[in-house]
């Protein structure tokens, strides 16, 4: 029996069809893989099958390498698109800002407390105002300003901080910017943003005052992952608060502020723990 709590995640999507539990689930028993946490759907439609599992690492009798090795033998067949990930490596998250201030205080204060269990190696802003904050934390923060005559240079400066710091996922925590479309198509699925509403409802900018002006009865948060259309990438978690009549658009804003580092901080450690699998324009979460 063992003690350590280190796990590998082995997520995977293919073609569905019979023998694909079983021939995963022989594998592991082969090699000894002891599973603490299974999880599978059915995509009818498509006909694509989703997996995740989740393995106590000391019960296998294979290093990560040789389980990579072997297990491609048994992908292969079942035309499986698979990844497998260790607990043991931390992965590092680079944050955006921009000069709202609660989402990433709200990161900042689940990575110290231990609940987000990441490395944060440094946070881009295109404003100087969170310097001494992010720098408090012993977190580099590097600023870099976004103009229309600049915006070429400075997302070429995003990637090279991003690259350069080996980030595993990029998060726009109210980074008021709209990042360049290669920039978005050179990392698909690794940037994750909060849209201060229900998407796909009021998309773009002041979601809260085109809800005010629509008279909603709810307002929401929306994680998704970035790509070249505003708004648009697949979801990944959502939330809502109900609001009525009397509010104005300054009480949406204050209220929705928590929906959102909820919202945020839900999405993304669904990310950091494998348990997102996109599928076009849409996700399979495993929660």
Not at 125 to 136: I, K, Y
Not at 161 to 172: I, S, T
């Amino acid at each position: 029996m063992t003690t350590s709590n280190r796990r590998y995640t082995l997520s995977l999507s293919c073609p569905d069809r019979v023998g694909i539990v079983a021939a995963v689930s022989n594998f592991l028993a082969q090699n000894n893989g002891w599973i603490t946490e299974a999880s599978h759907h059915a995509e009818t439609e498509s006909q694509t099958f989703f997996m995740r599992q989740e393995i106590l690492a000391d019960s296998l009798q294979l290093s990560i390498d040789e389980f990579r090795t072997e297990f491609a033998k048994v992908a292969a067949p079942f035309e499986m698109n698979w990844r497998i990930s260790d607990s043991a490596r931390k992965k590092r998250v680079v944050i955006l800002v921009s000069k709202q201030e609660h989402c990433l205080y709200d990161l900042l204060g689940r990575w110290q407390s231990g609940e987000l269990d990441v490395d944060i190696p440094c946070v881009i802003s295109n404003h100087e105002t969170f310097r001494g904050l992010v720098e408090w934390h012993g977190i580099p923060f590097h600023h870099v300003p976004v103009t229309p005559a600049t915006k070429v240079e400075a997302y070429a400066e995003v990637e090279r901080l991003y690259r350069e710091n080996e980030g595993d996922v990029m998060v726009l925590a109210r980074y008021m910017q709209i990042l360049a479309p290669d920039l978005c198509e050179k990392f698909p699925g690794q940037i994750i943003n909060i849209h201060h509403s229900f998407l796909p409802s009021f998309v773009g900018a002041k979601p809260y005052h085109q809800a005010f002006k629509r008279g909603v009865k709810l307002i929401g948060a929306t994680c998704h992952f970035v790509t070249s259309e505003l708004d648009e990438g697949p979801i990944i978690e959502q939330d809502v608060i109900r609001i009525d009549h009397s509010d104005v658009p300054e009480e949406l804003v204050r209220s929705g502020k928590d929906v959102e580092k909820a919202v945020l901080a839900r999405g993304l450690r669904y990310h950091l723990e494998d348990r997102v699998l996109i599928h076009g324009n849409k996700t399979v979460v495993f929660r």
